[in-house]
């Protein structure tokens, strides 16, 4: 590949790291054109795009780009699964452990999500969720669910991939912080009040005569 060539692929490559939030990584060695193809057609579904790449443009992509988790998942024959803005995580794991089950020969390696690495085991974990709409729905429900509900779901696996439980924690926590600060302030207005109410009780009524 001519120089030129090398530093357009790597250009390409680093604006789609940087594009996206969550790269699935895996070993093809050994995949046939069609069970590529096929896969590659599946992860379109999911909103993903199945890229087989070059190892030492990918390194230098991935340090241009800021990408320093995907570096050490870069051993051996790589593609690459870059989930577009609007693509299901929990589909594109699921195209991508269903033809290693299938195929016996495509070997996940991991991933990034937001900037943190994954383990193979992990995506895999990923891939029995529900559907990701599913997802939303009873993530929501937990949050709006008693704290040992919330608490066990935290300790669920995988929780980290999701961010928006914590986030919501975090909200929820600093909602908390807000009430509890107000309701200081509240009981300490509450004996200045009162004793301007006795006052006023206190103080005998005037009554103005209006001259005609």
């Not at 890229?51 to 988790?69: H, I, Q, Y």
């Not at 570096?71 to 870059?82: C, H, M, Q, T, W």
């Not at 383990?119 to 937990?142: F, N």
């Amino acid at each position: 590949m001519k120089k030129e060539d090398k530093e357009r692929v790597v250009a390409e490559l680093a604006e789609r790291l940087k594009a996206s939030d969550t790269l699935l990584v895996a070993d093809y060695r050994g995949l046939t054109m069609p069970q590529i193809d096929e896969l590659r057609s599946k992860l379109l579904e999911s909103g993903a795009r199945f890229t087989v790449v070059k190892n030492t443009l990918t390194r230098r992509a991935a340090e241009a780009a800021g990408a320093d988790a995907l570096l050490a998942l870069l051993e051996g024959p790589s593609a690459i699964a870059f989930l577009e803005a609007d693509g299901d995580m929990v589909a594109a794991a699921k195209a991508l452990a269903d033809s290693a089950r299938e195929t016996k020969v495509l070997a996940i390696r991991g991933g990034v999500m937001q900037g943190r690495t994954v383990t193979a085991a992990e995506v895999e974990s990923l891939a029995t969720l529900p559907p990701l709409d599913i997802l939303r729905g009873q993530v929501l429900g937990a949050v709006v669910a008693p704290l040992t509900t919330f608490v066990a779901l935290l300790n669920a696996p995988l929780q980290n991939l999701i961010g928006l439980i914590d986030a919501r924690i975090e909200q929820l926590e600093a909602q908390g912080d807000t009430s509890a600060e107000d309701t200081a302030v509240e009981e300490a207005d509450q004996p200045a009040e009162a004793d301007a109410t006795a006052s006023a009780a206190e103080e005998p009524e005037s009554t103005d005569t209006e001259e005609s």
